[in-house]
């Protein structure tokens, strides 16, 4: 068999660790052409805003207002030595004064109208009534030192290819642009969330998020219209290996196409407007490399990710970067790349496909460690809904301590060293992790509570009036389910988020479960798939429900921003799981702080959390000191009971890989203008010391299908035959075969249930 990446080796990715990379080798960032308007977007509401006046204001640099208030306090300091006989001189006093009264000019005039005047806006209420206009106009300022422009409320945004918008922000946040530093950090999404220079607080700043779901993994309901003109589409692999031999209408540049129309500036923007402060955003591991046989699109969505990335920087936006692809599918789901069986740490390719993944964690981590990017980027969701049911509790929790080690390696330890390790319940609930590797830096448990895919019916009305009666029983029910569990978690476990919800009480959604899966937007569902026959009380009802949720929750990200139009209808026929559509229909609370305290309301009391975690928890004193029971059970790797095997596997027979590739580095953008050669914009590789190669299938040896391999047969002999523990498997019936690992000594136990599946 061929070299499973020869494609990838000749890429623009394919540098080794911790080589600058030449100009010659970077992706181009999209062109103006991606940001221009597309017909849907130029007649949404987002199009009609009124556009202000063009105030433009420039930053004064921090240092030289410095200067200026020095030169204020004294400005004769620079002035002649003393001499009698010239004081003694009318001509001179009204020299002095001449000279005193420039001075004061040439400071408090700039001090006031580059500083004061441009971010008054900031220091105004977080009231959504507040008003204030900021300066900008999204070109450089000349009167800027550096070039940068920035507004508030009202300002008037310019993006790359010329078109504008109006930024609405009544909450006191204000943008930065900065052509000579594209990496300023200066920005705050409102006056509640702190600037992305100064440090969050975890206990005290709340999160207030969304999804950018199906921008860069694709999803049937959220981006419906792709899968409907391929209508055998279930998943990205089969959209993917439709649209390759579609060649007559652009084969997998459609793909692309996507990318750059899907979220625009305006949404990010938009995202802050509404009071949000982070973006959780799902890539593919795709977006590093693809193997041979594997029909993904290879490496072009990441300059579209970096825009987004800049964007986010732009307005001010922390980024919880979410992999949500793992190679043969975590999960099953189709938003794993593939609908169908589990082959991450279960089956016979199980193994090998988790040394993927942990050198896809480990690029990742690299490239967004980097002080460029660290301040955008503070959270790393290592692997999105890993069905530990099927998996196994201890095998999953023996994989994450060993990524957690790898990624400390990289990073460093304790607070500022790296992204914040996010993990996802895998179904089992928040407390099912108490406890969770003690003494561990920095991790985040995740979970995603929805009420749509429990397995029940959900056929109790939300439409039942307004105030607090509106709603039915679902605010209560959300109260209920999920504010003790949350709040509990924060001190059993630490930081505890919910990555994912919405407002989708029941499972109507045109493909919400899967194309094919009529029942999700059959005749039942009907009043659910278009939010034009919602009246005032159905709206109040969400808005009660969505309030319960967000208070219950307390730090969330919605599942999703947007959701694309059904080309049958041209209109979003998922309405419950757009926060967009929402905000502009009336059923999304405009500020989302008037969520607190919808659950006492409701009369759902608890035990609030008191916002102090454990010092460890937080990057404090003590983090990366594992507790020694956990390392005594979960310290070696791989787990010796690999779930989806036959009894009596010989685990040492499995497949694996060898690491002998290049590694795959990801590159910085590029900037059009180019900043000043002061300014790094990095290499893609934080760690010079990490120099370890990437996994490769071991040349002159066959190996099942990595998506497919949980029912094919155990592996019997070594290929090509070794020695000891060194060597890789042939199985019985081709194509087969790995490299083995070494010998470890944990247990583990799992099950092969599987819950109702998400968003299938």
Known sequence: MSSPRPESQAGPFSTAPNTPLQDNLLLEPPRASYLAQTPETSNSPRGSVAQSQDNSSPLLLEHEKRLNEAFAEDPGSASQPKKRSIFSRPRFWLVVLVVLAVAVLAVVLPVYFVLIKSHKNTSASGSASSGGSGGGSGSGNPGSPTGATTGGNGSLITTSDGTTFTYINPFGGFWVADPKDPFNNNAQANSWTPPLNTSWTWGQNKIYGVNLGGLFVLEPFISPALFQKYPSAVDEWTLSTLMAADTANGGLNQLEAHYNTFVTEQDIAEIAGAGLNWIRLPIPFWAIEKWDFEPFLEKVCWPYILR????????????????????????????????????????????????????????????????????????????????????????????????????????????????????????????????????????????????????????????????????????????NAWADSLNTSQTAFGVTLAGEFSNGFNDCGLYLTGVGNTASYGDSCSLYL??????????????????????????????????????????????????????????????????????????????????????????????????ASSIATYGQYPPTALSGLPPGANQALLPTYTSTSAIPTLPPPTFTPSPPESVSIGNGWFDSADTGLAPTEVQGCSYPNAWDAVAVAMPTALCPPATGAAGVVTTPTPPTTGTTTSTVTTTASSTTTQPVRKRM
């Not at 301590?401 to 500022?416: P, S």
Request: aromatic share 12%.
């Open 308 to 479: 987004v990335l800049q964007w986010a920087r732009k307005y001010g936006i922390r980024v919880n970067l979410d992999l949500h692809t793992i190679p043969g599918s975590q999960n099953g789901y189709n938003h794993s790349g593939k609908l169908g069986s589990i082959n991450f740490l279960n089956g016979v390719m199980g193994l090998a496909n988790a040394e993927r993944a942990l050198d896809y964690i480990r690029i990742i981590t690299e490239f967004i460690s980097q002080p460029e990017w660290q301040p955008v980027v503070p959270a790393f969701s290592i692997i999105n809904e890993a069905l530990v049911s099927t998996i196994g509790m201890d095998q999953i929790t023996s994989f994450y301590l060993l990524t957690h080690d790898m990624i400390r390696n990289i990073t460093g330890y304790g607070e500022g060293h790296g992204p914040y390790i996010v993990i996802h319940d895998g179904f089992q609930g928040v407390s099912n992790w108490a406890g969770f590797l003690q003494g561990s830096d920095r991790v985040i448990l995740d979970t995603h509570p929805y009420f749509a895919f429990d397995g029940n019916g959900n056929t109790d009305p939300i439409a039942t009036g307004t105030g607090l009666q509106a709603g039915g029983v679902w605010p209560q029910t959300a109260c």
């Open 530 to 627: 278009d939010a034009s026959q919602w009246n005032d009380t159905m709206k109040a009802g969400l808005m009660e429900f969505g309030l319960a949720s967000m208070d219950a929750l307390q730090n969330w990200f919605f599942w999703t921003w947007k959701i694309g139009n059904s080309s049958t209808t041209n209109r979003v026929e998922s309405p419950l799981w757009s926060y967009q559509l929402g905000l502009q229909s009336g059923w999304i609370p405009a500020d989302p702080r008037t969520a607190t305290g919808t659950c006492a309301a409701l009369g759902v009391s608890g035990q609030p959390f008191d916002g102090q975690y454990s010092a460890w928890q937080t990057g404090g004193a003590g983090a990366g000191t594992i507790a």
